[in-house]
Structures are given as C-alpha cells and as structure tokens.
C-alpha cells in the first residue's frame, strides 16, 4: 500500500527566513509526485508535478525536488502569503490513478 | 477557464438523512475524482469515474454510499441514511486523462452531520 509521510507537521518561519518541508514516500511504481497547496476553507491548489528521481520544478519562491524515497519543497525568502498547509501527494503503479495524501506541513510565515 | 465546481459549498443536516454532492469536472476532464477530508487528516480516496464508468470504486466507507457520474461530466455522490461520522468536507477533482496527470480539484463541499 502507498505511503506519504510529511514533516514538519509545522513550521513558523520569518519573512526572507528560507526552509525546506519533506515529503518521504513508499510506493509500488511511481508514476508521479505531486505539490499542492492548500488554504483554510478552500480545495487544494496544484503547484507542481515530478515523475522521476532527479527532477526539480520552481516556481516563484518555490522549487521541489524529487529522489527515489523523498521529496523536498525549497521555499527561498518566503513571504506572509506563503503561509498555508502544504500537500504532498503520490500516483502509483498498476490500474489505481488515485492519489495517496500525506496530512500536510502547516506553514506559517510572519513579518 | 473555469475551474471544478462543487455544489453546495456547505451542508448541515441531521443524522439519518440522505445527502447528495454535485461536482461539475473542468470541461474536457475525462476522469473524475471524490475524496474526503476529515478534521486533522489527510485527503481520503473515495472513487473515480473514467468516463461515466467507476473502475475503482475501493474507497468508499460503506454501502452507504454511492456515486454515479453521468454524460461524462456531471458527478453526484450520494450518502444514504448519514451518520455523524460522515462530517468532513468532501473534495472533486478532475484530470484531462488518466494516470499520470494532474488532478485539479474544487472548493469542497462541508457537510456537517448533527
């Protein structure tokens, strides 16, 4: 069966203050990592996709990376906006397309 | 373009009733997604629809609960005789195709159980 495990549960950052959240997984055949983000009240909102070990997206202060057991969320001088709960997610192998939840890393950002 | 759309955004009712939950997918979505949300945990898979088929129906909790997608668009979840256990927001998503893709979900629709 799938696994994802998120840590922190939270963090408090400083605004500029930069960090990392983990994603480490366990699946049968990796067909896609995915990065949401999700705030209170509203459905998750997609930020980005890798499907293999090496692969790295960025996008604004954001940029994920991805290994063959875990995945990391690089946030570079964050912002107060930033603040949210961060999703990782995983698409196995086989004929199953759901996808696999980790209960998420709290961030908060302050001034 | 308009995103996943869930009706309604939020519903209270009383244990022992039936509910439905509306999703409308993006336009051209082929697969259909349903998870839940509960307090403190992460998104649970419910069931996915390609087409107006369900190929995988595992997650669902009980024979409670059902779920029909119809046109290839519209989706209905439908939870019978509901149980305070039931309260959770629950969540649609919809992908252009199947695995591997994207899942774009909608708002959630927050149903409380009392």
């Known amino acids: 069966e799938d696994q994802v495990t998120q840590s922190p549960e939270a963090l408090r950052l400083q605004e500029g203050e930069s960090s990392s959240l983990n994603c480490s997984y366990t699946?049968?055949?990796?067909?896609?990592l995915f990065w949401y983000r999700q705030d209170p009240g509203k459905g998750p909102e997609f930020l980005f996709t890798?499907?293999?070990a090496g692969e790295e997206k960025e996008k604004e202060r954001l940029k994920a990376t991805l290994t063959k057991k875990e995945s990391f969320l690089h946030i570079t001088a964050p912002k107060p906006e930033d603040s949210a709960t961060y999703l990782c997610a995983v698409q196995g192998g086989g004929t199953a397309s759901k996808l696999t939840f980790g209960t998420g890393t709290r961030l908060q950002v302050t001034l | 373009g308009a995103g996943v759309s869930q009706s309604p955004s939020n519903k209270v009712t009383e244990k022992g009733k039936d509910v439905e939950l509306r999703c409308d997918p993006i336009s051209g979505h082929t697969a259909l997604y349903w998870y839940r949300q509960s307090l403190g945990q992460g998104l649970e898979f419910l069931i996915y629809f390609q087409g107006n088929s369900a190929p995988d129906k595992s997650g669902l909790p009980s024979d409670r609960f059902s779920a029909e997608r119809t046109g290839g668009s519209v989706s209905t979840l439908t939870i019978q005789r509901t149980q305070q256990e039931d309260s959770a927001v629950y969540l649609c998503?919809?992908?252009?195709?199947?695995?591997?893709?994207?899942?774009?979900f909608g708002p959630g629709t927050r149903l409380t159980v009392l």
């Open positions: 890798l499907y293999s």
């Open positions: 699946v049968s055949g990796l067909r896609g």
């Open positions: 998503a919809s992908s252009l195709r199947v695995a591997p893709d994207t899942q774009y």
